[in-house]
């Protein structure tokens, strides 16, 4: 995992307002331009989707980041051995 943090220009998150309700997870703040910017420049790398986390630093101050995780390919288990129906009773 690679510790480079790619942070979302234009897009600003902050924890929910003490008094809001249960049901409100954070507040966020979109800058139209700076965002807008930010997404056509991604759409020009080909990337169709953007997957972003919001995280809280060490400051307590919480931010969005894009997420770069790729799930790596599993391999198939070994081979099954093949289906061997000469030993069943018919």
Do not use: C
């Amino acid at each position: 995992m690679s510790d480079d943090i790619e942070f979302v220009p234009g897009l600003f998150v902050k924890p929910p307002h003490p008094n809001a309700p249960d049901f409100v997870k954070m507040g966020m703040s979109i800058k139209v331009k700076d965002l807008g910017n930010f997404l056509r420049e991604k759409n020009k790398d080909g990337d169709e989707w953007v997957n972003i986390d919001v995280k809280e630093s060490r400051a307590g101050k919480w931010y969005a980041s894009v997420s770069n995780f790729k799930p790596t390919k599993q391999e198939p288990a070994s081979n099954p051995p093949p289906d061997d129906f000469d030993d069943l009773p018919f």
